[in-house]
């Protein structure tokens, strides 16, 4: 059972960690940070300690950004300083320029209230624009202080270091825009390199390695004992490493705690499915496990009580499993449901397959196709009939 196996690997990974505290620095780990007033502003953090509010700021930010009075007060209190409003109107106009909207750039100045203050054409300019060539755009650069960093120093080599790992293109930018505040890290070339290397060391390849940190560089921040549970879970649930499916298995458990993951993977056999039977729709469809407990029970009782689908076939399709419930799947039952009514479908139709497809194919399939002869489908499909069972699914489908 998944419980007794997660249990006794969680007592394994405790002690782990115990014995990892007391032995010394984590090399994935953040270092605790010195004190702000005896290192330079690169090393800390972008929020500055409380200050009295500038309310020339604050009006500022109102005329010019579009802020409430409060939000404005808000940021000024944060720190922002307006030495020159020309100066702070050319930082503006660029970032507009650059695709930032009022609320992109009220989320930016809460990272780096200083920003204001620093002169667009040489020191943001060439930033936005070498961003801009990587294609990573404003909903990254909010969440990050990589704005007020060296471009030469700083940005350039950890793009490079990064490029080296995941490649160029697509995976580079996804690297980068999942995860920007990994990417702003003081340390961060040093915690790719050691992560790397620790992911080498347990047997993933190096394309294995290049997409898992383009899904979630997160895996830069977590402890060694962490990662080396990750592995042996994978082990425990018969998951080969060497499948290329499995990073993205790997990703999510980077992204939930060990025990959560073990619970969840009970409570999917709780319902009578199989060990293997769950591993392997991990496999193909991880976000199984990232629903919550109740989502998880929802689900599997609405198919097994509800559409008298067996469970063993429903696993096996683990896509349906991650379509929402009221979204996508009532909606469809109500549907398919209409049809049967009129004879247009067969009873005993497989409801897994219309259950499966993608938006775009079950409209077209049903609902252009049925849509004037029988007026019911749409209103159905928009939530308007409720539904209320499938007709003649007394046994399975």
């Known amino acids: 059972m998944f419980t007794t196996t997660g249990a006794r690997r969680l007592l394994v990974i405790r002690r782990t960690g115990a014995a990892a505290a007391a032995g010394g620095t984590n090399p994935l780990q953040p270092k605790p940070r010195p004190h702000a007033a005896h290192v330079p502003y690169h090393c800390c953090s972008s929020t500055p300690l409380a200050s009295p509010a500038d309310p020339d700021a604050a009006s500022y930010l109102v005329a010019s950004c579009g802020l409430s009075p409060a939000a404005a007060a808000a940021l000024a209190q944060r720190g922002i300083r307006i030495a020159s409003t020309d100066k702070a109107d050319a930082v503006l106009n660029l970032l507009r320029r650059h695709g930032f909207s009022n609320a992109h750039i009220a989320k930016l100045l809460r990272v780096v209230p200083r920003l204001l203050m620093l002169d ?26 990589i704005l007020v960093r060296s471009l030469d120093k700083c940005i350039v080599p950890r793009v490079e270091s990064l490029r080296g790992i995941v490649g160029t293109g697509a995976r580079l930018r996804a690297a980068i825009s999942r995860k920007p505040r990994a990417f702003g890290w003081t340390d961060f070339e040093k915690r790719l390199r050691f992560a790397v290397e620790y992911l080498r060391r347990h047997g993933l390849s190096e394309e294995a390695i290049s997409k898992l ?185």
Not at 137 to 144: D, F, I, K, S, Y
Not at 351 to 358: E, I, N, T, V
């Open 120 to 145: 667009a054409d040489k020191i943001i300019r060439p930033k936005l624009q070498f961003f801009d060539t990587l294609g990573v755009g404003a909903p990254a650069l909010v969440q990050t202080n």
């Open 213 to 397: 940190l383009s899904l979630d560089m997160g895996v830069l921040s977590m402890a060694p004992h962490r990662i080396a549970g990750i592995f042996e879970d994978i082990e425990a649930l018969g998951l080969p490493i060497t499948d290329s499916q499995l990073v993205r298995c790997f990703a999510l458990m980077c992204s939930l705690k060990r025990d959560t993951i073990w619970r969840r993977l009970a409570l999917y056999q709780s319902f009578g499915l199989s060990q293997s039977q769950v591993a392997k729709a991990f496999m193909i469809q991880p976000m199984i496990v990232g629903l919550t407990d109740g989502m998880i029970q929802s689900k599997l009782r609405f198919f097994q009580d509800e559409l008298k689908i067996p469970l063993s076939q429903v696993i096996a399709m683990p896509k349906i499993l991650g379509m929402s419930l009221e979204k996508n799947i009532l909606p469809r039952c109500a549907v398919l449901n209409v049809l049967m009514r009129e004879e247009k479908i067969q009873r005993d139709t497989n409801l897994l397959r219309p259950l499966g497809l993608s938006a775009n194919r079950f409209s077209e399939i049903y609902i252009k196709k049925y849509g004037k002869d029988v007026p019911d489908v749409v209103r159905a499909y928009a939530g308007d009939i409720e539904f209320k069972g499938i007709m003649g699914q007394d046994s399975g489908c």
